[in-house]
Protein backbone atom coordinates (compact mmCIF):
# COMPACT_ATOMS: atom_id res chain seq x y z
CA UNK A 1 0.00 0.00 0.00
CA UNK A 2 2.89 2.36 1.20
CA UNK A 3 4.11 1.91 -2.49
CA UNK A 4 1.14 3.74 -4.39
CA UNK A 5 2.30 7.15 -2.36
CA UNK A 6 5.81 6.73 -4.85
CA UNK A 7 4.72 9.24 -7.75
CA UNK A 8 4.00 7.30 -11.18
CA UNK A 9 5.60 9.48 -14.73
CA UNK A 10 8.02 11.93 -15.27
CA UNK A 11 8.59 14.42 -12.68
CA UNK A 12 9.61 17.08 -14.68
CA UNK A 13 7.09 18.15 -16.58
CA UNK A 14 5.92 21.44 -17.51
CA UNK A 15 3.04 21.02 -15.24
CA UNK A 16 4.91 20.18 -11.93
CA UNK A 17 7.36 22.75 -12.78
CA UNK A 18 4.72 25.39 -12.71
CA UNK A 19 2.30 24.05 -9.76
CA UNK A 20 4.86 22.89 -7.17
CA UNK A 21 6.80 26.59 -6.48
CA UNK A 22 2.90 28.14 -6.61
CA UNK A 23 1.68 25.19 -4.33
CA UNK A 24 4.27 25.92 -1.57
CA UNK A 25 3.86 29.81 -1.74
CA UNK A 26 0.72 29.17 -1.65
CA UNK A 27 0.96 27.22 1.57
CA UNK A 28 3.35 29.57 2.79
CA UNK A 29 0.64 32.54 2.19
CA UNK A 30 -2.29 30.28 4.45
CA UNK A 31 0.14 30.42 7.20
CA UNK A 32 1.01 34.07 7.17
CA UNK A 33 -3.19 34.53 6.82
CA UNK A 34 -3.73 32.26 9.90
CA UNK A 35 -0.74 33.84 11.72
CA UNK A 36 -1.50 37.34 11.21
CA UNK A 37 -5.16 37.46 10.26
CA UNK A 38 -7.09 38.42 6.72
CA UNK A 39 -5.79 41.70 6.11
CA UNK A 40 -1.80 40.46 5.68
CA UNK A 41 -2.89 38.56 2.80
CA UNK A 42 -5.98 40.59 1.39
CA UNK A 43 -7.19 43.25 0.08
CA UNK A 44 -10.56 42.95 1.95
CA UNK A 45 -12.65 45.59 4.05
CA UNK A 46 -15.21 45.54 6.47
CA UNK A 47 -17.26 47.23 3.33
CA UNK A 48 -16.09 44.25 1.30
CA UNK A 49 -15.88 41.53 3.94
CA UNK A 50 -15.94 38.49 0.69
CA UNK A 51 -13.47 38.50 -2.11
CA UNK A 52 -11.89 36.63 -4.58
CA UNK A 53 -11.91 33.33 -2.24
CA UNK A 54 -15.25 33.79 -2.13
CA UNK A 55 -15.93 34.66 -5.32
CA UNK A 56 -14.31 32.92 -7.44
CA UNK A 57 -13.01 29.03 -4.96
CA UNK A 58 -16.93 28.82 -3.87
CA UNK A 59 -19.35 30.32 -5.93
CA UNK A 60 -17.53 29.76 -9.63
CA UNK A 61 -15.86 26.86 -8.23
CA UNK A 62 -19.29 25.24 -7.33
CA UNK A 63 -20.70 25.98 -10.45
CA UNK A 64 -18.32 24.01 -12.11
CA UNK A 65 -19.07 21.09 -10.04
CA UNK A 66 -22.53 21.09 -11.23
CA UNK A 67 -21.13 18.64 -13.92
CA UNK A 68 -21.50 15.87 -11.15
CA UNK A 69 -25.23 16.12 -10.21
CA UNK A 70 -26.09 16.32 -14.05
CA UNK A 71 -24.48 13.37 -15.19
CA UNK A 72 -25.13 11.40 -12.46
CA UNK A 73 -28.64 12.09 -13.00
CA UNK A 74 -28.74 11.55 -16.71
CA UNK A 75 -26.84 7.66 -16.22
CA UNK A 76 -28.59 6.58 -12.92
CA UNK A 77 -31.88 8.32 -13.11
CA UNK A 78 -32.38 8.87 -16.74
CA UNK A 79 -31.00 5.09 -17.80
CA UNK A 80 -28.39 6.94 -20.46
CA UNK A 81 -26.22 4.48 -20.36
CA UNK A 82 -23.44 6.47 -23.33
CA UNK A 83 -22.45 8.97 -20.48
CA UNK A 84 -21.53 6.03 -18.04
CA UNK A 85 -17.52 5.81 -18.52
CA UNK A 86 -16.97 9.92 -17.22
CA UNK A 87 -19.72 9.60 -14.58
CA UNK A 88 -16.79 8.45 -11.81
CA UNK A 89 -14.20 11.18 -13.21
CA UNK A 90 -16.80 13.36 -12.94
CA UNK A 91 -18.14 12.57 -9.58
CA UNK A 92 -14.33 12.28 -8.31
CA UNK A 93 -13.77 16.40 -9.77
CA UNK A 94 -17.38 17.36 -8.33
CA UNK A 95 -15.99 15.88 -5.05
CA UNK A 96 -12.88 17.43 -4.77
CA UNK A 97 -14.07 20.83 -6.07
CA UNK A 98 -16.70 21.02 -2.84
CA UNK A 99 -13.77 19.67 -0.78
CA UNK A 100 -11.22 22.16 -1.54
CA UNK A 101 -13.34 25.38 -2.41
CA UNK A 102 -15.39 24.47 1.02
CA UNK A 103 -11.62 24.26 2.75
CA UNK A 104 -10.63 27.38 0.57
CA UNK A 105 -13.87 29.05 2.53
CA UNK A 106 -12.23 28.84 5.80
CA UNK A 107 -9.58 31.19 4.36
CA UNK A 108 -12.15 33.68 3.96
CA UNK A 109 -13.33 33.72 7.71
CA UNK A 110 -12.37 35.88 10.21
CA UNK A 111 -13.27 33.69 12.93
CA UNK A 112 -12.65 30.43 11.16
CA UNK A 113 -13.68 28.57 14.40
CA UNK A 114 -17.15 28.90 13.66
CA UNK A 115 -17.67 27.47 10.66
CA UNK A 116 -18.70 24.15 12.53
CA UNK A 117 -21.96 26.19 14.72
CA UNK A 118 -24.03 24.55 11.56
CA UNK A 119 -23.01 21.36 13.11
CA UNK A 120 -22.74 21.85 16.85
CA UNK A 121 -25.24 24.57 17.34
CA UNK A 122 -24.28 27.69 19.42
CA UNK A 123 -27.29 29.24 17.83
CA UNK A 124 -27.97 27.31 14.40
CA UNK A 125 -29.39 30.02 12.47
CA UNK A 126 -31.84 27.76 11.19
CA UNK A 127 -33.24 30.63 9.49
CA UNK A 128 -30.68 31.66 7.47
CA UNK A 129 -29.54 30.84 4.21
CA UNK A 130 -25.86 30.21 5.07
CA UNK A 131 -27.11 27.50 7.72
CA UNK A 132 -28.97 25.54 4.50
CA UNK A 133 -25.86 26.37 2.02
CA UNK A 134 -23.41 24.84 5.05
CA UNK A 135 -25.57 21.74 5.73
CA UNK A 136 -26.30 20.94 2.25
CA UNK A 137 -22.56 21.16 1.44
CA UNK A 138 -21.70 18.45 3.94
CA UNK A 139 -23.82 15.63 3.45
CA UNK A 140 -23.78 16.35 -0.66
CA UNK A 141 -19.84 15.68 0.16
CA UNK A 142 -21.13 12.52 1.65
CA UNK A 143 -23.37 11.91 -0.94
CA UNK A 144 -20.24 12.03 -3.62
CA UNK A 145 -17.92 10.03 -1.34
CA UNK A 146 -20.27 7.29 -1.77
CA UNK A 147 -21.44 7.61 -5.01
CA UNK A 148 -17.33 7.23 -5.58
CA UNK A 149 -16.49 4.60 -2.77
CA UNK A 150 -16.49 1.71 -4.92
CA UNK A 151 -13.73 2.79 -6.84
CA UNK A 152 -11.95 2.89 -3.70
CA UNK A 153 -13.46 -0.40 -2.27
CA UNK A 154 -12.14 -1.74 -6.15
CA UNK A 155 -8.57 -0.42 -5.56
CA UNK A 156 -8.59 -2.02 -2.24
CA UNK A 157 -9.22 -5.21 -3.42
CA UNK A 158 -12.59 -5.04 -0.96
CA UNK A 159 -15.39 -6.96 -2.44
CA UNK A 160 -17.57 -7.42 0.62
CA UNK A 161 -17.08 -3.26 0.45
CA UNK A 162 -17.82 -2.79 -3.29
CA UNK A 163 -20.72 -4.93 -3.10
CA UNK A 164 -22.09 -2.74 -0.32
CA UNK A 165 -20.76 0.73 -1.23
CA UNK A 166 -22.94 -0.13 -5.52
CA UNK A 167 -25.87 -0.96 -3.79
CA UNK A 168 -25.78 2.58 -2.39
CA UNK A 169 -25.32 4.26 -5.02
CA UNK A 170 -29.09 5.11 -6.09
CA UNK A 171 -29.69 6.35 -3.00
CA UNK A 172 -26.86 8.82 -2.61
CA UNK A 173 -27.33 9.61 -6.38
CA UNK A 174 -30.48 10.73 -6.03
CA UNK A 175 -30.28 12.00 -2.18
CA UNK A 176 -27.21 14.07 -3.93
CA UNK A 177 -29.17 15.47 -6.96
CA UNK A 178 -31.63 16.84 -4.65
CA UNK A 179 -29.21 18.67 -2.54
CA UNK A 180 -27.03 20.06 -5.34
CA UNK A 181 -29.93 21.51 -7.12
CA UNK A 182 -30.91 23.17 -3.75
CA UNK A 183 -27.52 24.77 -2.94
CA UNK A 184 -27.13 25.98 -6.30
CA UNK A 185 -29.99 27.83 -6.01
CA UNK A 186 -29.41 28.52 -2.29
CA UNK A 187 -25.93 30.34 -3.29
CA UNK A 188 -27.79 32.52 -5.50
CA UNK A 189 -29.98 33.58 -2.76
CA UNK A 190 -27.22 34.50 -0.44
CA UNK A 191 -26.89 37.39 -2.58
CA UNK A 192 -30.84 38.34 -2.59
CA UNK A 193 -30.03 40.14 0.69
CA UNK A 194 -27.72 42.64 -0.98
CA UNK A 195 -29.87 43.85 -3.00
CA UNK A 196 -28.36 47.81 -2.28
CA UNK A 197 -24.75 46.41 -3.12
CA UNK A 198 -25.29 44.78 -6.34
CA UNK A 199 -25.55 46.53 -9.39
CA UNK A 200 -28.87 46.69 -10.86
CA UNK A 201 -27.60 44.79 -14.39
CA UNK A 202 -27.17 41.54 -12.08
CA UNK A 203 -29.53 41.94 -9.25
CA UNK A 204 -33.12 40.03 -9.78
CA UNK A 205 -35.08 37.98 -7.56
CA UNK A 206 -34.53 35.20 -9.80
CA UNK A 207 -30.75 34.87 -8.94
CA UNK A 208 -31.26 31.38 -7.49
CA UNK A 209 -33.13 30.18 -10.69
CA UNK A 210 -30.57 31.97 -12.70
CA UNK A 211 -27.65 30.08 -10.70
CA UNK A 212 -29.50 26.51 -10.78
CA UNK A 213 -29.60 26.72 -14.75
CA UNK A 214 -26.16 28.16 -15.20
CA UNK A 215 -24.70 25.11 -13.39
CA UNK A 216 -26.13 22.78 -15.43
CA UNK A 217 -24.20 24.30 -18.57
CA UNK A 218 -21.39 25.13 -16.57
CA UNK A 219 -20.99 21.80 -14.77
CA UNK A 220 -20.91 20.13 -18.17
CA UNK A 221 -18.18 22.34 -20.15
CA UNK A 222 -16.20 21.36 -17.57
CA UNK A 223 -16.88 17.75 -18.28
CA UNK A 224 -16.25 18.25 -21.31
CA UNK A 225 -12.91 20.91 -21.02
CA UNK A 226 -12.12 18.47 -18.34
CA UNK A 227 -12.53 14.79 -20.49
CA UNK A 228 -10.98 16.09 -22.89
CA UNK A 229 -7.84 16.97 -21.54
CA UNK A 230 -7.84 13.71 -19.31
CA UNK A 231 -8.71 11.82 -22.78
CA UNK A 232 -4.80 12.76 -23.77
CA UNK A 233 -2.82 12.78 -20.86
CA UNK A 234 -4.60 9.58 -19.10
CA UNK A 235 -5.12 7.95 -22.29
CA UNK A 236 -3.28 4.99 -20.56
CA UNK A 237 -5.93 4.32 -18.21
CA UNK A 238 -8.92 4.21 -20.51
CA UNK A 239 -10.13 0.90 -22.33
CA UNK A 240 -10.53 0.93 -26.85
CA UNK A 241 -13.90 0.48 -26.21
CA UNK A 242 -14.00 4.18 -23.95
CA UNK A 243 -11.68 5.66 -26.49
CA UNK A 244 -14.41 5.03 -29.50
CA UNK A 245 -16.97 6.35 -27.77
CA UNK A 246 -15.20 9.47 -26.17
CA UNK A 247 -16.74 11.79 -29.09
CA UNK A 248 -20.02 10.69 -29.09
CA UNK A 249 -20.22 11.76 -25.30
CA UNK A 250 -19.11 15.52 -26.34
CA UNK A 251 -21.13 15.68 -28.79
CA UNK A 252 -24.12 14.92 -26.79
CA UNK A 253 -22.98 16.98 -24.11
CA UNK A 254 -23.49 19.91 -26.25
CA UNK A 255 -26.79 19.74 -26.94
CA UNK A 256 -27.46 19.73 -23.33
CA UNK A 257 -25.43 22.45 -23.33
CA UNK A 258 -27.07 24.27 -25.83
CA UNK A 259 -30.71 23.75 -24.25
CA UNK A 260 -29.35 24.91 -20.69
CA UNK A 261 -27.60 28.03 -22.23
CA UNK A 262 -30.59 28.81 -24.13
CA UNK A 263 -33.26 28.69 -21.49
CA UNK A 264 -30.51 30.84 -19.51
CA UNK A 265 -30.25 33.25 -22.33
CA UNK A 266 -33.82 33.47 -21.77
CA UNK A 267 -34.51 33.74 -18.10
CA UNK A 268 -31.90 36.47 -18.31
CA UNK A 269 -33.64 38.69 -21.25
CA UNK A 270 -37.15 38.35 -19.61
CA UNK A 271 -35.36 39.55 -16.56
CA UNK A 272 -34.39 42.58 -17.90
CA UNK A 273 -37.12 43.38 -19.83
CA UNK A 274 -39.12 42.59 -16.44
CA UNK A 275 -36.83 45.21 -14.38
CA UNK A 276 -36.47 48.03 -17.60
CA UNK A 277 -33.24 49.01 -17.31
CA UNK A 278 -32.60 50.13 -20.79
CA UNK A 279 -31.25 53.02 -19.80
CA UNK A 280 -27.73 51.20 -17.86
CA UNK A 281 -26.82 49.71 -21.13
CA UNK A 282 -25.16 52.35 -22.47
CA UNK A 283 -22.54 52.96 -19.37
CA UNK A 284 -19.45 51.30 -19.09
CA UNK A 285 -21.41 48.45 -16.78
CA UNK A 286 -23.58 47.93 -19.59
CA UNK A 287 -21.13 47.45 -22.26
CA UNK A 288 -19.66 45.03 -19.72
CA UNK A 289 -23.06 43.33 -19.19
CA UNK A 290 -23.46 42.90 -23.11
CA UNK A 291 -19.76 41.22 -23.35
CA UNK A 292 -20.74 38.50 -20.61
CA UNK A 293 -24.49 38.22 -22.41
CA UNK A 294 -23.44 38.24 -26.03
CA UNK A 295 -19.69 36.85 -26.06
CA UNK A 296 -20.10 34.33 -23.33
CA UNK A 297 -23.76 33.33 -23.30
CA UNK A 298 -25.12 33.58 -26.87
CA UNK A 299 -22.31 33.07 -29.12
CA UNK A 300 -20.99 29.70 -27.38
CA UNK A 301 -24.68 28.61 -27.45
CA UNK A 302 -25.36 28.92 -31.41
CA UNK A 303 -21.41 27.19 -31.24
CA UNK A 304 -22.79 24.23 -29.61
CA UNK A 305 -25.96 23.76 -31.67
CA UNK A 306 -23.96 24.74 -34.93
CA UNK A 307 -21.32 22.17 -33.58
CA UNK A 308 -23.94 19.32 -32.58
CA UNK A 309 -25.27 19.17 -36.18
CA UNK A 310 -22.34 19.36 -37.75
CA UNK A 311 -20.46 16.95 -35.32
CA UNK A 312 -17.52 19.40 -34.68
CA UNK A 313 -15.64 18.29 -31.92
CA UNK A 314 -13.23 20.91 -32.06
CA UNK A 315 -15.87 23.38 -32.26
CA UNK A 316 -17.65 21.90 -29.37
CA UNK A 317 -14.67 22.07 -26.42
CA UNK A 318 -13.66 25.82 -28.09
CA UNK A 319 -17.52 26.64 -27.10
CA UNK A 320 -17.20 24.94 -23.48
CA UNK A 321 -13.76 26.96 -22.87
CA UNK A 322 -16.27 29.88 -23.99
CA UNK A 323 -19.00 29.36 -21.89
CA UNK A 324 -16.64 28.58 -18.92
CA UNK A 325 -15.07 32.33 -19.04
CA UNK A 326 -18.60 33.25 -19.34
CA UNK A 327 -19.53 31.40 -15.55
CA UNK A 328 -16.51 32.65 -14.24
CA UNK A 329 -17.09 36.48 -15.74
CA UNK A 330 -21.30 35.56 -14.28
CA UNK A 331 -20.30 34.63 -10.70
CA UNK A 332 -17.62 37.56 -10.60
CA UNK A 333 -20.23 39.96 -11.86
CA UNK A 334 -22.56 39.21 -8.87
CA UNK A 335 -19.54 38.82 -6.11
CA UNK A 336 -16.78 40.99 -6.31
CA UNK A 337 -16.90 43.38 -10.05
CA UNK A 338 -20.54 44.58 -9.68
CA UNK A 339 -20.60 44.36 -6.20
CA UNK A 340 -20.35 47.54 -4.65
CA UNK A 341 -19.30 48.84 -7.64
CA UNK A 342 -19.93 52.98 -6.43
CA UNK A 343 -17.81 52.43 -3.51
CA UNK A 344 -15.39 55.22 -3.53
CA UNK A 345 -12.77 52.40 -3.07
CA UNK A 346 -13.22 49.23 -4.88
CA UNK A 347 -12.12 46.01 -4.43
CA UNK A 348 -9.14 44.52 -5.94
CA UNK A 349 -7.65 41.38 -5.06
CA UNK A 350 -4.19 41.21 -3.86
CA UNK A 351 -1.38 39.14 -5.89
CA UNK A 352 -1.31 36.85 -3.10
CA UNK A 353 -4.86 35.89 -3.20
CA UNK A 354 -4.23 35.32 -6.75
CA UNK A 355 -1.35 32.74 -5.69
CA UNK A 356 -3.52 31.43 -2.98
CA UNK A 357 -6.62 30.79 -5.21
CA UNK A 358 -4.07 29.34 -8.31
CA UNK A 359 -2.53 26.88 -5.10
CA UNK A 360 -5.73 25.30 -4.44
CA UNK A 361 -6.51 25.06 -7.86
CA UNK A 362 -3.26 22.78 -8.44
CA UNK A 363 -3.14 21.28 -5.38
CA UNK A 364 -7.19 19.67 -6.50
CA UNK A 365 -5.58 18.78 -9.76
CA UNK A 366 -2.38 17.08 -8.12
CA UNK A 367 -5.02 14.97 -6.17
CA UNK A 368 -7.20 14.03 -8.88
CA UNK A 369 -4.15 12.65 -11.09
CA UNK A 370 -2.89 10.78 -8.58
CA UNK A 371 -6.62 8.98 -7.49
CA UNK A 372 -6.76 8.83 -11.83
CA UNK A 373 -3.31 6.95 -11.98
CA UNK A 374 -3.81 4.07 -9.34
CA UNK A 375 -8.02 3.59 -8.85
CA UNK A 376 -10.25 2.33 -11.60
CA UNK A 377 -11.77 6.43 -12.49
CA UNK A 378 -11.11 5.87 -16.39
CA UNK A 379 -10.24 2.35 -16.72
CA UNK A 380 -12.09 -0.28 -16.44
CA UNK A 381 -13.60 -2.00 -13.17
CA UNK A 382 -12.20 -5.45 -11.93
CA UNK A 383 -13.57 -8.68 -13.69
CA UNK A 384 -14.65 -9.25 -10.23
CA UNK A 385 -16.95 -6.73 -9.37
CA UNK A 386 -18.64 -6.62 -12.63
CA UNK A 387 -19.72 -10.17 -11.02
Known amino acids: MFSELKPKGKWLTPFNIISIPIILLGIFLIVIRFWKGLGSVTNLTQ ?15 VAFAGGAYVVTFMVYVLNMKKYHPIVRATVLNGFLAYAFYTGALLLDLGRPWHV ?5 GNSYGTSSVLFLVAWHFILYMLAELIEFSPA ?54 FIPILFLVSSIFAGLSMVIFEGSISHKVFSDQ ?4 NHHSQNGIIHGLSKICAVAMFAYFCL ?9 RWGLLNTPMGYWFLLEMIGFVFIPMVMFFYSYRTSNIFLIRFAAILTMIGVVLNRLNVTVIGFRWDAAVHYVPSWMEIVVTLAVIFTEIWIFRWVIRRMPVLRESPAWAKE
Open 268 to 276: QFLVFLHTK
Open 238 to 241: ISGK
Open 116 to 120: VNPVI
Open 47 to 61: DVPWGLWIGFDVVTG
Open 152 to 205: IAEWLGSRRAQRILSGMTIAAVIFGITLSTLHQSGLGALYLMAKEKIHPLWYSE
